[in-house]
């Protein structure tokens, strides 16, 4: 039995693939800084309740957004292996949130919408300065055929939105100053694991030039 239904000539399914759960925060730098150890220990299901009830490391005074917050890192730690985690601790901190950033176009399905549908068409285009506008049609673009999208209050787009930008800033892909936005180049260290574990996409997600990505790739290999 089909379990879509139709309503107002709107597919709806029973599980979306969007989520605006990572606007609780951007990256999330500080926090996944702080709680990493936690994750390569023995009982870290209990250390993690413990922290969420303690705030010994997260110094975030509600237990209730420690728990949300606590859920995103979860889930963001757990969609990579723990080499890469490796790599992130031995990294510098513009390369910590490099690799962040690439776990959240991984983990968010519209972090990587957002910026690969609009972001790159920006950067590609004569103008380089985001307007936030362009992301709003994108999500009504996907709310066409997403009842979650579509269901999306103004106020949750407008976070959502906010919050992807937050992620830019932070990898200082985005200028906070002239919004204009302008390429980041990942360490030999970084591009030598996205090469290995296939992931050269990134790449354009960096908003390097193909002149750039070739010697890149060319010094790598």
Not at 52 to 57: D, G, L
Not at 80 to 101: C, N, P, T, V
Not at 106 to 127: E, G, P, R
Not at 177 to 192: E, G, I, R
């Amino acid at each position: 039995m089909n379990k879509d239904i139709s309503h107002k000539g709107i597919a709806i399914h029973n599980k979306s693939p969007y989520t605006i759960s990572f606007s609780i925060g951007g990256l999330l730098h500080r926090e996944i800084l702080a709680v990493l150890p936690l994750f390569n220990r023995e009982k870290t299901v209990e250390l993690i309740r413990e922290e969420i009830k303690q705030n010994n490391f997260l110094q975030i005074n509600s237990e209730a957004a420690r728990k949300r917050i606590m859920g995103e890192i979860r889930k963001r730690i757990s969609s990579q292996d723990a080499r890469f985690w490796q790599l992130f601790s031995q990294s510098s901190e513009d390369d910590q949130k490099i690799l962040l950033f690439f776990v959240c176009l991984k983990t968010y399905k519209l972090v990587f919408d957002f910026h690969f549908n609009v972001t790159l068409s920006i950067w590609n285009s004569s103008s380089n300065t985001v307007d936030a506008y362009l992301y709003k049609m994108e999500l009504d673009e996907i709310g066409g055929s997403d009842q979650f999208v579509f269901d999306l209050s103004d106020v949750s787009k407008k976070k959502s939105i906010s919050s992807y930008l937050c992620m830019l800033r932070e990898v200082n892909l985005l200028d906070a100053t002239s919004n204009q936005l302008k390429s980041v180049t990942p360490s030999a260290q970084v591009l030598d694991y996205m090469i290995n574990n296939r992931e050269l996409w990134f790449l354009d997600a960096c908003l390097l030039s193909a002149q750039t990505k070739s010697q890149l790739l060319s010094t790598a290999l």
